[in-house]
């Protein structure tokens, strides 16, 4: 039986908004993925990038990644790279179901900018550019790994807390 909740999907879907959101709704733990590893190395996720290099980042995210899978009753906000080691997803399914949050790249470049977090792997100029590439090669790889899918870019965070509710009341894995 399932009973955490994981949220994958691109820079900017809103995974660690509307994880707070859904935690507080749900009455369940909140972690997020990029604030453990933050916190296991001492250092932003940007130095992290910087000095050690996206390999040891990744490493690093299926430590953290493996360290929640084992626990119950969490919303987990994974970064937005988490499935592109398969590991870490065929971990966190055993106790999660996986919510894909989309948005359109427009809503998702605006989002992007309109944060204080700085994204390491939009390196470039042309972020437009950046995310349109990086969303086709890892669009299917979300796909893949959805359980349940919401489109956020017309939708406030209290609107895809809702959806995302409704539809766990449809999965019979799901125990709330
Ligand atoms: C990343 C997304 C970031 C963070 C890191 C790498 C990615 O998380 O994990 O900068 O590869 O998409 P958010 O999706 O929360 O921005």
Do not use: W
Not at 26 to 40: A, M
Not at 122 to 140: N, W, Y
């Amino acid at each position: 039986m399932k009973t955490s909740i994981a949220l994958i999907g691109f820079m900017g879907a809103g995974k660690t908004a509307v994880g707070k959101a859904l935690a507080k709704k749900l009455n369940r733990k909140f972690v997020d993925l990029d604030y453990l590893i933050k916190h296991k190395v001492g250092k932003p996720i940007p130095e992290i990038f910087q000095q050690d290099g996206e390999d040891a980042f990744r490493e690093l995210e299926i430590e953290v990644a493996k360290e929640v899978s084992r626990d119950k009753n969490l919303v987990i906000a994974c970064g937005g790279g988490i499935v592109l080691n398969k590991i870490n997803i065929d971990r966190l399914r055993e106790k999660s179901i996986i919510v894909y949050l989309t948005a359109s790249p427009r809503i998702l470049l605006k989002r992007i900018l309109s944060g204080e977090e700085e994204r390491p792997v939009l390196k470039g100029s042309d972020k437009a550019s950046e995310i349109g590439e990086l969303l086709k090669f890892r669009k299917p790889f979300y796909e893949r790994a959805a359980d349940i899918k919401i489109n956020t870019s017309k939708l406030d965070i209290n609107s895809v807390v809702e959806q995302i509710i409704r539809k766990l009341k449809e999965d019979e894995g799901f125990h709330s």
